[in-house]
Nanobody, 126 residues
């Protein structure tokens, strides 16, 4: 069982930055693919970024590529999402998720992720 706790959400003006964190109850550096997902009101949850083994594999949704960066700190069992050049459309509840993973194939299929955090709210004002 993997427990995930997100933090770092809040309000930011468009163009500003935020760093989200997700602390895992186990070491997820190896053996797990980690992902950040988000859900805005009235919209389906979507994958934002994924990572495997500290960056051997990384993936980004086209809408955040070049602005967001996903990273891991294995010593702290922590996943990060650095959000730069934020836009109003980035406003959403952000969730981290984990799935057992050995090949490093990052997927945004949510049914593949058995472990989810409770979410942290990000609001970007223009």
């Amino acid at each position: 069982q993997v427990q995930l706790v997100e933090s770092g959400g809040g309000s930011v003006q468009a163009g500003g930055s935020l760093r989200l964190s997700c602390v895992a109850s186990v070491n997820t550096y190896s053996g797990y693919c980690m992902g950040w997902f988000r859900q805005a009101p009235g919209k389906e949850r979507e994958g934002v970024a994924g990572i495997y083994r500290g960056g051997i594999s990384r993936s980004y949704h086209s809408s955040v590529k070049g602005r967001f960066a996903i990273s891991q700190d294995s010593a702290k069992n922590t996943l990060y999402l650095q959000m730069n050049s934020t836009k109003s459309e980035d406003s959403a509840m952000y969730y981290c998720a984990a799935k057992p993973c050995t090949l490093g194939t990052i997927s945004y299929r949510q049914d593949e992720y058995p472990y989810w955090g409770q979410g942290t709210q990000v609001t970007v004002s223009s």
